[in-house]
């Protein structure tokens, strides 16, 4: 027995001294290989790339040297102004540690193949020099990412807070930390993080404010539509606030929550999403309870497409674009806002639109071209607005002058009145239109604005 447990004890010393180098090369192998996949996925848009090299590799632990290479392509869903930089080259000398297993130590604790830091020091980087001696930090930002045994990895990003000045403007960042988790198949991932705030104030006193925000969430792959991410999300903030200087004009928003979910039902791509607020100041209106409530559904098929290039001219050939088209204009959507509202001095405003559009009975010999015929579409269209809100909103969101406008188009029978609330109904079916129920050509408000 004691023989027995010897032979233990020294394979247990063994494995300890001889797996750390092994795990160690398997974690750089998975590293560089998702290095080179983000590559891939941005490559549309520019040149991404991220290299590890001069490896000095140890017994538990290896360095390396991060090389960073980012430039923008000419597209049109690119901002020209981003194509405009020069293309970004830098490299950051022993920025990275790769700490191996199987039981990792450091920062990203755990049990798996090895775990990386990425530490930005802006000392060792020439054009962030200014930055390090103006708010003292000894890193601009901290990344671990831990492997684990089965392929699944979690990243952490931390960045400090800090307070920065450039004449005219002063930076007061309040801290960075977020987190994700992917699993092993790489059809799931977890995600959560918080915010601390930042507030950005200028000359003559002019200030935009974000406050603590939090988010997390999932996503995930449905088999069925591997290109196609579902899952659910929320994000919070505390305040946001955009105003000051000289005019004194400001908006503020306090409490916002963002919350949405996407699935998929049958062949039907479904997403519901939930925005609330608890008070808004715009001008001389205080705003109270906002609240958007919405759905959308559209075909699976058709937001596979959507998703991996719709029509985009920088990609697809002017045969792929009509192809896509097609298949796209085939496919039903509805679109719902069952809310859309919030209080103006104890009153509220209302809001409601319910549209659809029946593209699985577009006729078969329907000949896609572009630009596309949407007159051609309007017959599987129908759509339907109710508006309610109170007289002096308008007033106090400084657009006084359309009061004689509703007045005029309460007259007409346009706009419904009850004293000083209005109400509206406005809807779209077979081609047709309607007001309050009641047909309605377009042509009326032109008469109506351009008098006798």
């Known amino acids: 027995m004691k023989r027995i447990a010897i032979a233990v004890v020294v394979l247990v010393v063994v494995l300890a001294a001889a797996l750390p180098p092994l795990f160690g090369a398997r974690a750089r192998s998975l590293i560089e290989n998702d290095l080179a996949y983000l590559a891939e996925l941005l490559a549309p848009y520019g040149t991404v790339e991220v290299s590890l090299q001069d490896w000095d590799v140890g017994w538990y632990s290896s360095t390396a040297t991060a090389a960073v290479v980012v430039a923008f392509d000419d597209r049109p869903d690119v901002p020209p102004r981003l194509v405009d930089l020069p293309a970004f080259t830098r490299t950051f000398p022993n920025s990275i540690t790769l700490r191996h297993g199987p039981v990792v130590t450091g920062p990203a604790a755990g049990l798996g193949w090895g775990s990386v830091e990425l530490v930005v020091d ?141 699935g998929i039902e049958g062949d039907l791509y479904v997403a519901t999403g939930l925005y609330r607020a608890k008070e808004m100041q715009v001008m001389n209106a205080q705003l109270d309870d906002l609240v958007l409530d919405y759905a959308v559904g559209y075909g699976a098929e058709g937001m596979v497409r959507l998703m991996a290039g719709g029509l985009d001219v920088a990609v697809l050939t002017p045969e792929a674009q009509l192809e896509n088209a097609d298949a796209l204009l085939r496919q039903r959507l509805t679109f719902d806002i069952d809310r859309l509202g919030f209080k103006h001095a104890g009153r509220p405003a209302l809001a409601t639109v319910a549209m659809a559009y029946r593209g699985d009975e577009l006729p078969d010999d329907f000949n896609v071209e572009l630009p596309l015929d949407f007159m051609a579409l309007l017959p599987l269209l129908s759509a339907n607005l109710d508006l309610a809100f109170h007289r002096e909103l308008l007033g106090d969101l400084g657009i006084g002058q359309m009061d004689g406008v509703v007045r005029m188009l309460a007259r007409e029978g346009i706009v419904r009145e009850a004293g000083d609330d209005y109400t509206l109904n406005v809807g779209f079916a077979n081609g047709g239109l309607t007001i309050n129920g009641d047909p309605f050509e377009p042509f009326q408000l032109l008469g109506l604005f351009g008098g006798p």
């Open 122 to 262: 802006p000392s060792l980087v020439p054009p962030l020099q200014d930055f390090h001696d103006a708010t003292g930090l000894d890193r601009v930002a901290h990344l671990g990412i831990s492997v684990g045994f089965f392929g699944s990895a979690t990243v952490g990003l931390d960045i400090p807070a800090f307070v920065y000045e450039v004449p005219g403007q002063q930076f007061d960042f309040r801290g960075l930390e977020a987190d994700a988790t992917l699993d092993g198949a790489g059809e799931a991932m977890d995600f959560g993080g918080e915010f601390g705030g930042l507030t950005v104030t200028g000359q003559a006193s002019q200030t935009a404010a974000v406050g603590t925000t939090t988010w997390s969430g999932r996503n995930r792959v449905d088999p069925r539509y591997p290109n196609l991410w579902l899952g659910e999300g929320r994000v919070d903030i505390a305040r946001a606030m955009v105003g000051g200087g000289q005019a004194g004009e400001s908006v503020e928003v306090s409490d916002i929550r963002l919350q949405g979910e996407s």
